[in-house]
């Protein structure tokens, strides 16, 4: 059987990706961290259900982002919000 370069180019592709969410489902130090302090801060999750909309939900992410990402390239965060987009998709199926 002969391998067409359309079906290496996909075998690749898929390779790789697949490396990628294993790379990037690895929880950083920081992260765990992060993780912990948020747990033990009391009211949060009291004061995280009053977002109730969308346009809400918009304006908190936006807000979150901008505040942890002074270290981070435009790209980067536009490619973590995708692989963010593409897990929620797969979790819905």
Known sequence: MKITKEKLRQIIKEEVEKRIVVKEATEKADVARLGKKLDRTSGLEQLL???TDRIEFEQFIRNVIRQSSKNIKHN????AI???KRALDKEQK
């Open 49 to 51: 259900s009053t977002i």
């Open 82 to 84: 995708t692989n963010i």
């Open 76 to 79: 980067e965060i536009i490619r």
